[in-house]
């Protein structure tokens, strides 16, 4: 059984900072590159971060500086370290897993991330 699950997330003021975690299992994880998506209330899910299986990573325009995505694959895990919070980071984040080799990719369920005052 394959999962996905994320953690992490929280309520957080402007300026501060949270670590989400995407824990996989089930999979070989080092087939998989690993994307961070977020949806905010009413709006598109959109991408946030990549890393791919050799640990490149990419960032969209909104969070490259203050985002950075990781990857632990002794611990089948990938990490997103996000500072400098702010109140338009408010969304759930997903973990979402496609593998490189076959056509396969997986969702994870999400975490709440809400920066307010």
């Known amino acids: 059984q394959v999962q996905l699950v994320e953690s992490g997330g929280g309520s957080v003021q402007p300026g501060g900072s949270l670590r989400l975690s995407c824990a996989a299992s089930?999979?070989?994880?080092?087939?998989?590159?690993i994307n961070w998506y977020r949806q905010a209330p009413g709006k598109q899910r959109v991408l946030v971060a990549t890393i791919t299986t050799d640990s490149s990573t990419n960032y969209a325009d909104s969070v490259q500086g203050r985002f950075t995505i990781s990857r632990d694959n002794a611990k089948n895990t990938v990490y997103l370290q996000m500072n400098s919070l702010k109140p338009e980071d408010t969304a759930v984040y997903y973990c979402?897993?496609?593998?490189?080799?076959?056509?396969?990719?997986?969702w994870g369920q999400g975490t709440q991330v809400t920066v307010s005052s």
């Open positions: 979402y897993a496609k593998n490189v080799v076959i056509p396969q990719d997986y």
């Open positions: 089930g999979i070989i994880f080092s087939w998989y590159n």
